[in-house]
């Protein structure tokens, strides 16, 4: 029973008390009875001076803690007219004056960081103290290739991304580069923050694609035109003394060998001028030239010329496709990708396997073939300058599918799943 409560109950019961006694006292003495009169005005007096004296101001309190255990912030005590009381009523509506200020401050603070995470070019997975997901922006969802609902709550171990499965290697407090099987490079960074006493992990995704490509290119452009330019001004004075040579000695006799010898070198010195060369079309590929492409008649197309090539590995070429929007493409440089895709997996199968050429919904493009695989290892490497598996390769084909297919603005990714498949995919922006 509240304070007020109690107080009102005591006043009755005492009041009933007095009331008997006056009663007994008017049929007994008159003096009895004005001394009971008197006692009753006085208690009333006192009861009166009690209840504005302490009373009304620990029910105020009592209103107070009420409000503070409703958090209701807004709400003010009025002055009770005791100074005592009035002194911890200011002090309460200053207290709750603050509170509010400082919960407004809170929220507005927290809206504002929400709105940052949000708009962050910068992928944030926020987690909770046992590490499982409690929030993503949507540039990680983007980068991890996850949706949100199948992504809270989890783990990221337990998550179907490459991506997911390097953050949680990460130490803590540490920060690492991963270069992905699509091209793509990530400065990854784990860090924690405390809420309630206990440590939250969130990681920090930032994307270094565009640069570190800007960086590798202009590095080896320059020493690509460097080479090509000392290589193909050697070997044309080269090429050009070993022809006078040899139009000298054909007129002498028996220096057929000789003459023969001078071929040799000669069809060798044409052979690294081309050798360079290639190397040098990379830096030259142009600008694509945009039209409206049907991609299953590419497709279609593509499969077609590169028929010869397979069946002589004893190699099965397939195409299925589903109904596809017309494209905007370059037609002659995205013919050299699927080619180029085609004749890896040829030469990863070897001979005997099959390869299937996939149009997906919506805006999708998928080679598979049925060849040895990729490890784990070399994923992280496929795109990078140069780089290549073969014995006598030059580490030119996947580096000219990146730059086409960046310049298309395609998204693209390169690995072997667990059906054993190897899967080249290729998505296209929507229009």
């Avoid at 009755?12 to 007095?18: D, F, N, P, T, Y």
């Avoid at 004075?237 to 000298?248: A, H, K, M, R, Y």
Wanted: one cysteine or more.
């Amino acid at each position: 029973m509240k304070l007020k409560g109690l107080f009102g109950f005591f006043s009755v019961a005492l009041l009933l008390v007095l009331s008997v006694l006056t009663y007994l006292g008017a049929r007994s003495t008159p003096w009895l009875f004005y001394t009971i009169e008197g006692t009753i005005v006085i208690a009333l007096f006192f009861l009166i001076l009690f209840y504005h004296k302490i009373v009304k101001p620990l029910h105020s309190i009592g209103t107070g803690m009420e409000l503070l255990k409703e958090q209701d912030f807004s709400s003010r005590l009025s002055p009770v007219g005791e100074a005592e009381a009035d002194r911890v009523v200011n002090i309460f509506n200053r207290m709750m004056e603050e509170l509010k200020n400082e919960r407004l401050r809170l929220r507005e603070q927290n809206h504002f960081l929400d709105l940052l995470i949000h708009a962050s070019p910068m992928g944030v997975i926020i987690c909770t103290f046992d590490e499982e997901i409690s929030q993503l922006n949507p540039m990680a969802l983007q980068i991890m290739g996850v949706e949100q609902k199948s992504a809270l709550g989890r783990k990221l171990i337990d998550l179907d991304s490459v991506l997911a499965k390097e953050l949680a290697a990460i130490p803590k407090n540490g920060t690492i580069t991963v270069r992905l099987n699509d091209a793509n490079i990530y400065k990854c960074t784990r860090s924690s923050f405390i809420d309630r006493g206990f440590p939250h992990p969130f990681f920090l995704l930032e994307r270094l694609t565009d640069e570190v490509i800007k960086a590798e290119k202009k590095a080896y452009e320059k020493v690509i035109r460097m080479i090509a330019h000392e290589v193909n001004n050697t070997t044309a004075g080269i090429t050009s003394v070993l022809d006078t040579v040899e139009q000298v000695l054909s007129e002498e006799n028996n220096m057929e060998e000789m003459c023969e010898l001078m071929q040799v070198c000669s069809e060798r010195c044409f052979s690294m001028s081309r050798f360079i060369t290639r190397f040098a079309d990379v830096v030259k590929i142009p600008e694509p030239h945009f039209s409206w492409v049907n991609l299953n008649e590419l497709a279609e197309s593509c499969k077609r010329f590169m028929e010869d090539f397979c069946r002589n590995r004893d190699i099965l070429i397939k195409l299925e496709c589903v109904d596809f929007p017309l494209l905007k493409l370059d037609a002659i440089l995205f013919e050299q990708v699927i080619l180029n895709i085609i004749k890896n997996s040829a030469e990863s199968i070897g001979e005997q396997g099959e390869i299937i050429i996939r149009t997906l919904p919506p805006y999708t493009l998928e080679i598979s073939d049925t060849g040895k695989g990729i490890s784990k290892e070399i994923e992280t490497k496929l795109f990078t300058p140069f780089f290549s598996t073969k014995p006598d390769g030059q580490g030119i084909g996947l580096l000219c599918i990146r730059e086409i297919l960046n310049s298309h603005g395609c998204t693209f990714s390169l690995r072997t799943y667990e059906d054993g498949l190897t899967r080249f995919r290729i998505t296209f922006p929507p229009e």
